[in-house]
């Protein structure tokens, strides 16, 4: 077995053989190269839009929070609650407190949609 082995590699057509293999797995090393290179760019231009995106719906949802909290009457004791919370913990918080919350909020923009709608 040793010596076919032997034989094999030491054949005149064993040179240009292993040259045509070295060739073609060069050729399929740079193909997978270039393939990843082009994911690697589509993930990373897909993971900037999405980022832009969540920092967008961010500020909104920050925006529409802050809206809610209350009016002008107890501004400045929400902000001095609300400083050391997460937005989660805000909203939560928001969201369990009587009269102020999302429903009062809502009602809020309604009736400002309404006054809009006969100004126009």
């Known amino acids: 077995m040793l010596r076919t082995l032997l034989r094999a590699f030491t054949s005149p057509v064993a040179g240009p053989v292993g040259f045509a293999v070295a060739l073609l ?3 399929l090393l740079i ?3 270039v393939a990843a290179e082009r994911n690697e760019a589509a993930l990373r231009a897909r993971i900037e839009t999405l980022s ?3 920092l ?4 909104v ?7 809610c909290e209350g009016g002008p009457a107890d501004l400045a004791r929400t902000r001095s ?3 050391a919370l997460s937005p989660e913990a805000r909203a939560q918080r928001l969201s369990a407190t009587e009269p102020q919350g999302f429903d009062v ?3 809020m923009e309604s009736a400002d949609r309404a006054v809009l709608e006969t100004l126009k």
């Open 25 to 27: 797995m060069c050729a």
């Open 56 to 59: 967008r719906n961010g500020v």
């Open 61 to 67: 949802l920050h925006a529409r929070l802050a809206a």
């Open 81 to 83: 609650a609300n400083a």
């Open 31 to 33: 193909a997978s190269t």
């Open 52 to 54: 832009a995106e969540n």
């Open 105 to 107: 909020c809502a009602r």
